[in-house]
């Protein structure tokens, strides 16, 4: 994971309403993502993650889709984007995203009762989004398998006291205006 920790000590910080935010090119897609960091990246995921018998990778619009799409390509598992928009298609499924800084609704089409899915995600900050998306699964009665965040910013997030275990690849913080490593191991 050197080309991760070394491109997330090299992130710039912006403040948007109080919040501390890293800009990256897996989170943010700027500055330009490097094939060997996505590759390295892609990578650990498949070690890491729990892909035995899963159906479909389900990942957030949009700075979900470059990882997954990669995953995808790698294991031979779909991959279903839960979008920003609506299409009113059979089996549509809303949810409600709330993040540090923003709230929307957000849609899932193509997950039904017994599937069994993998759950990836860019970031892991404030839990909004992973929670929402988690919530809908269970609600459609999707069997999640395993979730995993690329980075995970550390502080309390809403997944803390909801059962749900994800896994990350390396976990940050922000600290007087920079990125410190807290674990470059990430969580199991």
Do not use: C, W
């Not at 050197?2 to 109080?18: H, T, Y």
Request: aromatic content about 4%; glycine content about 8%; proline content about 4%.
């Amino acid at each position: 994971m050197d080309r991760l920790k070394q491109s997330l000590l090299d992130a710039p910080i912006i403040e948007k309403e109080g919040y501390h935010y890293f800009v990256h090119p897996i989170s943010d897609g700027v500055p330009m993502l490097e094939p060997e960091l996505l590759r390295e990246i892609v990578i650990r995921i498949i070690r890491k993650a729990e892909i035995e018998d899963v159906d479909k990778i389900v990942t957030p619009a949009a700075m979900g889709i470059h990882i997954s799409t990669a995953v995808s390509l790698m294991t031979d598992i779909p991959l279903v984007v839960i979008r920003k928009r609506q299409y009113g298609l059979d089996g549509e499924v809303s949810l409600t995203q709330q993040t540090g800084y923003s709230e929307s609704e957000m849609y899932i089409n193509d997950v039904f009762e017994g599937d069994r899915v993998l759950v990836l995600d860019d970031v892991l900050s404030t839990g909004g989004t992973l929670r929402a998306i988690t919530d809908a699964l269970d609600h459609i009665g999707a069997d999640v398998s395993d979730v995993v965040a690329v980075i995970k910013k550390e502080g309390p997030n809403e997944l803390d006291d909801s059962g749900v275990d994800v896994k990350t690849l390396i976990n940050v913080d922000v600290v007087d205006g920079e990125v410190v490593i807290t674990d470059e191991h990430g969580d199991d």
